[in-house]
């Protein structure tokens, strides 16, 4: 009977797509159409190209919005990858080795300079959030030590300019400490992120469809979000730099 309910819901795996799926989308308007048809950041050869600026922010402004539900859905499975992973310290060297080798495509594509300093890709952010959670692992008992965790974590991601920054953090924090009640975890993590920018309250969605997930993982591949984070970037910096000039 459990295995059937579970059935009724969504896999993990579908969950990463539509987080993979919004985030392309968000990306698509914060590159191409941000960086190299709009703002001209890093003096975009196809900056003031277009004969409709007007519609291209409102597209703009569409895309960003339907990517809003992308943090919530990775920040969820990041946490449920942290309970049943063999290896925490394996999963936090993943996601550090990606942070690092993302950074340069990250720049490229949503500032057309490297290196940008003034922003950290999204990588950073969740590494940081899985060390929180490893300290509360390896300290029951004494939650105090995951507490200060978070807090040191969540000052580093606003140093450091990760993406979200602090509240990315917290975020994960919520996520993990309120994992047996995710109706609560869905309502603190949305006040943090609106708190953060009010344009987050559209990741509602993002929350949303949580609340359909079934416990199981899915067909996945474990590698190929880490692989196509900075790829797409490095695509859309390409598309953006070289194609649009001409095709414009």
Not at 54 to 80: H, N, T, Y
Not at 92 to 103: P, Q
Not at 131 to 150: C, S, T
Request: one cysteine or more; proline letters at 4%.
């Amino acid at each position: 009977m459990k295995n059937a309910a579970r059935a009724k819901g969504l896999p993990g795996s579908v969950l990463k797509w539509f987080a993979i799926l919004v985030m392309t989308l968000d990306h698509v308007g914060a590159s191409l159409l941000e960086v190299f048809l709009l703002n001209g950041y890093g003096n975009s050869p196809a900056s003031g190209m277009v004969s409709d600026p007007a519609f291209w922010w409102k597209a703009d402004q569409i895309l960003r919005i339907m990517g809003r539900s992308a943090f919530p859905v990775f920040c969820f499975l990041l946490v449920e990858g942290a309970v049943h992973t063999r290896s925490g310290e394996s999963y936090l060297k993943r996601l550090a080795l990606f942070a690092l080798l993302s950074e340069l495509p990250f720049d490229l594509a949503l500032r057309n300079q490297v290196p940008w300093w003034e922003h950290q890709n999204v990588f950073f952010t969740l590494a940081l959030g899985l060390l929180v959670i490893l300290v509360f692992q390896k300290n029951p008992g004494r939650e105090w030590k995951g507490m200060a965790a978070l807090g040191a974590a969540a000052l580093a991601a606003e140093l450091l300019h990760t993406d979200y920054g602090a509240a990315g953090v917290l975020v994960v924090g919520t996520m993990y400490l309120l994992r047996e009640n995710r109706p609560l975890a869905a309502f603190l993590s949305l006040a943090i992120l609106a708190l953060e920018a009010r344009m987050e309250l559209w990741a509602v969605p993002g929350f949303l469809i949580l609340f359909l997930y079934n416990g199981e993982r899915g067909r996945q591949n474990r590698y190929f979000f880490y692989v196509f984070y900075p790829a797409h970037l490095l695509l859309f910096w390409l598309i953006g730099r070289y194609l649009f000039p001409w095709i414009l």
